[in-house]
């Protein structure tokens, strides 16, 4: 059985519009999406360091669409393994742990990786959302369409427009 990592923030997760929502509940600041493509995150928010550092950031980050469905889908035919670099932000450790046993009650803590690197774990396919994981990954690339990625190009992958194209490709 085939080994597929999927990443949690801006795959599973909805970070960028949840970076959105705060800077909006914060200041009344709306950033569009448009406005927002081909920077990096912490170029497009203002707020980016203090809001991943907050308690509570992580654990309440809308999920991305049709994310549940598909990798439930995901989760019946494959071995798929929740790879996030967590490490980075210690608040994120539990609250992401937490959020996916709400959102994504059918995926044990047995398939759950936080990590500061992505590079040295295994798998087949790598679905996430940024180039300088997927440029390190030897296996099938699924790069995952976000504003920070729109102009980046990650050799020997295959761009997708969300999960339902993910679910007609696997």
């Known amino acids: 059985m085939k080994t597929i990592l999927v990443d949690m923030d801006g795959v599973l997760a ?8 705060y800077e909006y509940k914060r200041n009344g600041n709306q950033i569009l999406w448009e406005n927002i493509s081909g920077l990096l995150e912490e ?44 490490t980075e932000f210690p608040n994120s450790l539990t609250e ?29 396919i790598m679905i996430d959302d940024h180039p300088k ?16 990625n729109a102009n980046a190009v990650v050799e020997n992958s295959m761009r997708v427009s969300g999960w339902d194209d993910i679910m007609n490709i696997l």
């Open 96 to 124: 992401k742990a937490e959020w996916l046993g709400e959102h994504f009650p059918f995926i044990s803590w047995k398939q759950m990786i936080f990590c500061g690197r992505k590079d040295f774990i295994i798998g087949d």
């Open 43 to 86: 170029v497009a928010f203002p707020n980016f360091l203090e809001d991943v550092n907050s308690k509570g950031f992580f654990r309440t980050v809308p999920v991305t669409e049709n994310a549940v469905k598909a990798l439930k889908y995901l989760n019946e035919k494959y071995n798929v393994l929740i790879v996030s670099s967590a």
């Open 14 to 21: 909805n970070t960028n519009q949840h970076f959105i929502d």
């Open 133 to 148: 994981n997927l440029n390190l990954f030897p296996g099938q690339r699924i790069i995952f369409p976000q504003p920070h």
